[in-house]
């Protein structure tokens, strides 16, 4: 029996490095941690190489899965605030999805 696809958002997050070494680091990933965690109970990070500006920078890719996209705007202020950034860029997507 197939199972029917369930429907929610794909929410992705792109978010600089430490604007003064352009690198990411265990506390920096922990603050986003603890930021996302007290919106979201599930989500991803990646360490990804991004350009901002035309200069080269560690960055994160923080996605979320979830029906309620509320709180993102929140979530991103918060984050901006606490690491410092000039901007953090967001996506939203529909996405179809199941668990096996």
């Known amino acids: 029996m197939i199972n029917k696809l369930k429907q929610q958002y794909e929410v992705i997050l792109y978010i ?3 604007n003064r070494t352009n690198k990411i680091n265990t506390a920096y990933i922990n603050q986003c941690l603890n930021i996302t ?3 979201y109970e599930g989500f991803n ?3 990804i190489t991004g350009v901002y500006k035309g200069l080269k ?10 029906d309620n996209i509320k709180h993102i705007k929140v ?3 918060d984050l901006k605030t606490a ?3 000039e ?4 996506t939203i997507n529909k996405a179809d999805y199941n668990l096996i």
């Open 83 to 85: 690491l410092k950034q």
């Open 45 to 47: 990070i990646e360490s």
């Open 16 to 18: 600089g490095s430490d």
């Open 37 to 39: 965690s007290s919106y």
């Open 87 to 90: 901007s953090i860029l967001y």
């Open 57 to 66: 920078e560690d960055s994160i890719k923080l996605t979320i899965f979830t």
């Open 75 to 77: 979530l991103c202020n």
